[in-house]
Every structure is written in C-alpha cells, then in structure tokens.
C-alpha cells in the first residue's frame, strides 16, 4: 500500500468514525492529485464546477488557459477507473499560493477526499518553497471551513456580503509555511 492509500484511508476513517460512527469504507484507488490528463477531465472538471458552483463556474476553457498558465495550478483527483473524484485549482501570487476552486463530487463528499486532495496540494506548495497559501470561503460553508482549519489556516480577513445568491461574508484564510 502506497503512502497515498495509507492517507485516504486515514483521512476516510477519522471522517467516518467521527460523524457516523462506523468503520471506514473500504475505498483504495490511487489518491495522488496530478494535472489533468486529457479533454475529458478537464471537461469533467468544468462540469463539476458548474455543478458546485453555480455562481461562480469554471468553464473549459477557463480551466484550459489556467493549464497553461505558468503560475497556473490545476489538479486532479481521480478513481480506479478515471472517474473525477474532485479538482483543485490555484494560482501563484506575490509569495502566496492564492486556492480558487477546490470541489468534490457529491457522491464523494464527506469521506476524506477534500482532505487528501488539499494536504497533497499543500505538500506540493511547500516543496516550491512558497511561504504562504491563501484562499476566500463563504461564512456559511462550515465544512470547507474545518477542512481549512485542520489544515493549518486561520482566519486573517473578512470581506462583508461578498458573495451573492446568497448574500454571504467572505472569510480570508491564510496558512503560512509550516
Ligand atoms: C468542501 C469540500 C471540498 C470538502 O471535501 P470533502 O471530501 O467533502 O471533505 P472531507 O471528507 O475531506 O472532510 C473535511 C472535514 O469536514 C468534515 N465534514 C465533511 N463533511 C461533513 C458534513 N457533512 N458535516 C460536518 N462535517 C463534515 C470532516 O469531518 C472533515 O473534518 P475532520 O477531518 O476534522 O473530521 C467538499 O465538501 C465540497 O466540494 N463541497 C462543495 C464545494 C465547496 O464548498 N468547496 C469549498 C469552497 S471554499
């Protein structure tokens, strides 16, 4: 078993134990996020993102040209047979990793995959030397919101009614090299 199966095993045990109380599923794939492969998932992640986030979509080209970008990061989360389990998408700023988009399919959701998909990209950022990553989430999304926490970042800023449909504050989250 690789450290990747270890980590989504982990992160599907401690989730499921936590708010269900049973033993986790047993769901071993190859849980190493990388950039999207083909036209087809980046189609899948637009997809999904649409899906997720109706107000504020990615679309494919969008996603492409984010590809292409050298300060441009797009990765993928995928099942044993290709399916998209989850995306992430970011961009280098100034000495700061800025996450735009991070999303997990429905079906996925609550098992341990925004973690892992999270915790390898954070890897990947602090392997670069990037002192820094920070992201925006909506007040109300408390679950993005113990997944940050638990991933290191805290609360830095707020941008009152940022969001629309529905009105939403708007949390800035930092988390600085460890
Ligand atoms: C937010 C999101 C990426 C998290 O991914 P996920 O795979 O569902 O979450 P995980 O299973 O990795 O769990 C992350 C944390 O949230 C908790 N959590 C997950 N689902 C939960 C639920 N339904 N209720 C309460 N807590 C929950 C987990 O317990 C875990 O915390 P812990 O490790 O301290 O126990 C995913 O739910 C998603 O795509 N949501 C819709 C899009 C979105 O909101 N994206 C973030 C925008 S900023």
Same mark, same amino acid.
């Given at each position: 078993?690789?450290?990747?199966?270890?980590?989504?095993?982990?992160?599907?045990?401690?989730?499921?134990?936590?708010?269900w109380?049973?033993?986790?599923?047993?769901?071993?794939?190859?849980a190493?996020?990388?950039?999207?492969?083909?036209?087809?998932?980046?189609?899948?992640?637009?997809?999904l993102?649409?899906? %997720?986030?109706?107000?504020?979509?990615?679309?494919?080209i969008?996603?492409?040209?984010?590809?292409? /970008?050298?300060d441009?990061? *797009?990765?993928?989360?995928?099942?044993?047979?290709?399916g $998209?389990?989850? &995306?992430?998408?970011?961009?280098?700023?100034?000495?700061?990793?800025?996450?735009?988009?991070i999303?997990?399919?429905?079906?996925?959701?609550g098992?341990?995959?925004?973690?892992? @998909? $999270?915790?390898?990209? @954070?890897?990947? *950022?602090?392997?670069?030397g990037?002192?820094? *990553?920070?992201?925006?989430?909506?007040?109300?999304n408390? *679950?993005?919101?113990?997944?940050? =926490?638990?991933?290191g970042?805290?609360?830095?800023?707020?941008?009152?009614?940022? &969001?629309?449909?529905?009105?939403?504050?708007? =949390? %800035?989250?930092? /988390?600085?090299?460890?």
């Amino acid at each position: 078993m690789s450290v990747f199966d270890r980590g989504i095993l982990e992160g599907e045990k401690e989730g499921n134990r936590e708010r269900w109380g049973g033993e986790p599923e047993a769901e071993v794939f190859p849980a190493v996020p990388r950039p999207p492969a083909s036209v087809d998932e980046v189609i899948a992640i637009s997809t999904l993102s649409h899906q %997720l986030f109706p107000e504020q979509p990615w679309d494919r080209i969008a996603v492409e040209e984010e590809m292409a /970008r050298r300060d441009g990061w *797009v990765r993928v989360l995928v099942d044993g047979c290709g399916g $998209l389990v989850g &995306y992430l998408l970011a961009r280098t700023g100034v000495d700061e990793v800025q996450i735009l988009q991070i999303g997990v399919s429905p079906a996925f959701q609550g098992r341990g995959h925004g973690r892992l @998909l $999270l915790r390898r990209f @954070l890897d990947e *950022v602090d392997a670069s030397g990037i002192p820094m *990553v920070s992201l925006e989430v909506r007040s109300s999304n408390r *679950v993005a919101r113990k997944l940050y =926490l638990g991933e290191g970042f805290r609360r830095v800023g707020i941008r009152r009614a940022y &969001y629309r449909r529905p009105v939403d504050d708007a =949390l %800035l989250m930092t /988390r600085p090299r460890p």
